[in-house]
């Protein structure tokens, strides 16, 4: 009887486990779109190198089978592990697109060494080449990503990607001896913080679980290590993680925009830009905000595009809230359905759909910002300061009747 009941128990876990790996490949999620997805893990894509990275790839599914014709892909490659890209895949192979998310260069599953975007740009272009030559692909690319995720957009428009249709930019990594790494010649000590996070954080060296418990002890008490400054080589536990460190020490060392920081450098080459339609998106609080308006004016004067640029009153990668600190600024300052408006311009861009882009909001005009300050100065039920403000469409930028003052 025992038997009987632990091989019932055993059948019972298995089918269930069947039942959960069945989830995980193929799945109807609740995406807002017509298709079923289709996951295919860890697909291994050689560089020309021969070094390997690791790729999820999302597929519509319609009958149990994967749709039978040639789809445009959006992809998206990050340092942050592709595992965080299941609801973004979901949704937009739910709605007839592939979906292609990668682990970069030296991150998580992928093989090789980290270097900061220097490796993103020829690594996309592979990427690029071998999603071009799939049997579900009609080799027309669109690439989605916040921050760094942005920064490797940028990268591949700026190799010039035959298969890189449109760009839509958040936040995004760029100019880096100007604003991102560099501000008005100081280096940014957040990427100290990034460098002692990610250093063992799906970092190559983190796959030691030795090695991952010193670099985490590290991380924990990164601030200390502030008070070491200068970095010095091989004097913190961060010589374990050989490439993080050189990175750190030469970022620290180098003077603004030398040739250390020529990766992403839109403003000095904005010919090197794929002329492609460029959608930028950026927050006035985010510290990158220079960035944004930077590589509007610099792309708007040299590629056709067309280029696309909103600023709203976010910081770094919020685009979806309204309220930050002790401030609100209305419920229509957020991007209410942050994948919903990139689809748009995707769909326009990758499908050829007469839609919004170029008629309605928040595509309707080159230049949409939000005018922050119409609030009554009130207290809502959080306590945030109802500060308040509006949206406004603008056809250039910078704005030709702003008036300069002293």
């Not at 298995?14 to 807002?32: D, E, Q, R």
């Not at 983190?206 to 502030?226: C, F, I, W």
Request: neutral net charge.
């Amino acid at each position: 009887m025992i038997s009987r009941f632990v091989f019932r128990s055993q059948l019972r876990l298995f089918i269930s486990s069947f039942i959960l790996c069945l989830l995980l490949t193929t799945a109807a999620f609740a995406a807002g779109g017509p298709y079923a997805v289709e996951v295919r893990k860890n697909v291994m894509i050689p560089m020309r190198d021969g070094v390997k990275l690791a790729t999820d790839v999302y597929l519509p599914v319609e009958d149990g089978d994967v749709l039978d014709q040639k789809l445009p892909t959006i992809l998206e490659r990050r340092p942050y592990n592709k595992n965080g890209c299941k609801s973004s895949g979901t949704y937009y192979a739910s709605h007839g697109y592939a979906f292609v998310a990668q682990d970069t260069r030296g991150r998580y599953g992928s093989e090789g060494v980290w270097h900061m975007l220097t490796d993103d740009g020829v690594d996309g272009v592979d990427t690029a080449a071998w999603i071009g030559k799939q049997p579900w692909s009609n080799a027309e690319i669109g690439m989605i990503g916040t921050s760094y995720v942005g920064g490797t957009q940028h990268a591949l428009a700026m190799e010039k990607a035959p298969e890189l249709k449109t760009v839509i930019p958040v936040d995004a990594m760029s100019n880096l001896g100007y604003a991102s790494m560099r501000n008005g010649g100081a280096f940014e000590l957040r990427f100290w913080n990034w460098i002692y996070l990610n250093a063992g954080k799906g970092s190559r060296q983190s796959h030691d679980p030795g090695t991952a418990a010193v670099l985490k002890e590290m991380a924990e008490n990164r601030v200390q290590y502030l008070f070491q400054l200068p970095l010095r080589k091989g004097t913190t536990p961060m010589k374990l993680a050989s490439e993080y460190e050189d990175w750190l020490v030469a970022g620290m060392q180098h003077g603004a925009n030398d040739d250390f920081w020529k990766q992403n450098n839109i403003i000095d080459y904005p010919e090197q830009y794929k002329d492609i339609p460029v959608y930028l998106v950026s927050g006035w609080y985010d510290s990158w905000s220079s960035n944004n308006t930077a590589n509007f004016q610099a792309l708007s004067k040299t590629i056709k595009g067309p280029v696309y640029m909103i600023m709203g009153p976010w910081i770094h990668g919020r685009q979806g809230s309204h309220s930050h600190g002790q401030v609100n600024f209305g419920k229509e300052a957020a991007i209410a359905d942050p994948l919903g408006w990139r689809k748009e311009w995707y769909d326009h861009w990758l499908k050829g759909i007469d839609n919004s882009v170029g008629t309605a909001a928040p595509f309707e005009t080159p230049v949409r910002i939000f005018v922050m300050g119409t609030g009554d100065g009130s207290r809502n039920q959080d306590g945030k300061l109802n500060h308040g403000g509006y949206w406004r469409n603008e056809s250039e930028w910078p704005l030709k009747r702003t008036i300069y003052t002293k």
